[in-house]
């Protein structure tokens, strides 16, 4: 167990539909980053946040945002949502300076159909 | 930018020693972390290398090499449970990590 939360573990929605996945961090760290692995792929980076602030952005399309909340956990909204968005999202957390070791949450799993 | 390569695919035979590579083009690079991650599951860290040469943790084995812009992971006396892709990450000076593709490793009987 790394100590990062993630819900729901599993999604099931459609076509057009807006979800919101949530993570917790690990008690005390301040940065959160999520992921995307769509099947039999590598890890995809999406952003990252650091006490409250965007710190760093990847490969995150305009329909989906992301905020950390003062109690640092996070939440990434995905909106308009295609085939292709179904896929594991893994949240993880780091000590400040230490984003080179990043404790990763179970992942939440999107089927959109 | 950077970008980080590695095998697709590597197989192996239980009780073997194997080595995965990860080779990197990079600007601002300041070290190589390994992740391993199962089927199904969350990547689960393994080592960081911040200086060159070898770090050993129990079968785990992870190399640096600036000079060469090259890196390796190696696995000691396979077991089936070993079984999993591994993913190199270099970190930048912001200790944002940049992901291989990772590497599925298959163990044979």
């Known amino acids: 167990d790394s100590g990062v939360t993630q819900t729901p573990k599993h999604l099931i929605t459609a076509t057009g539909q807006r979800v919101t996945l949530r993570c917790s961090p690990r008690?005390?760290?301040?940065?959160v980053y999520w992921y995307q692995q769509s099947l039999d792929q590598g890890l995809q980076f999406l952003i990252q946040?650091?006490?409250?602030?965007?710190?760093a952005k990847g490969n995150i399309l305009e329909r989906f945002s992301a905020q950390q909340f003062p109690d640092l956990h996070s939440e990434l909204n995905l909106s308009s949502l295609e085939l292709g968005d179904s896929a594991l999202y893994f949240c993880?957390?780091?000590?400040?300076?230490?984003?080179?070791?990043?404790?990763f949450g179970p992942g939440t799993r999107l089927t959109v159909l | 930018g950077q970008s980080l390569e590695q095998p697709s695919e590597v197989t192996a035979v239980e009780g073997a020693i194997v080595q995965i590579n990860c080779t990197y083009q990079?600007?601002?690079?300041?070290?190589l972390s390994w992740y391993q991650q199962h089927d199904g599951g969350a990547p689960t860290f393994l080592s960081y290398?911040?200086l060159d040469g070898l770090e050993e943790t129990g079968r785990f084995s992870s190399f640096l090499s600036r000079s060469d812009s090259y890196g390796y992971l190696l696995l000691q006396e396979l077991q089936m449970k070993d079984s999993a892709s591994y993913f190199c990450?270099?970190?930048?000076?912001?200790?944002?990590?940049?992901w291989g593709a990772g590497t599925k490793l298959i163990i044979k009987p």
């Open positions: 993880a957390s780091s000590v400040p300076a230490g984003g080179h070791e990043q404790f």
């Open positions: 008690s005390g760290d301040l940065s």
């Open positions: 946040y650091y006490n409250g602030e965007e710190r």
């Open positions: 990079t600007s601002g690079f300041y070290g």
């Open positions: 290398n911040a």
């Open positions: 990450a270099g970190a930048d000076s912001n200790y944002q990590l940049i």
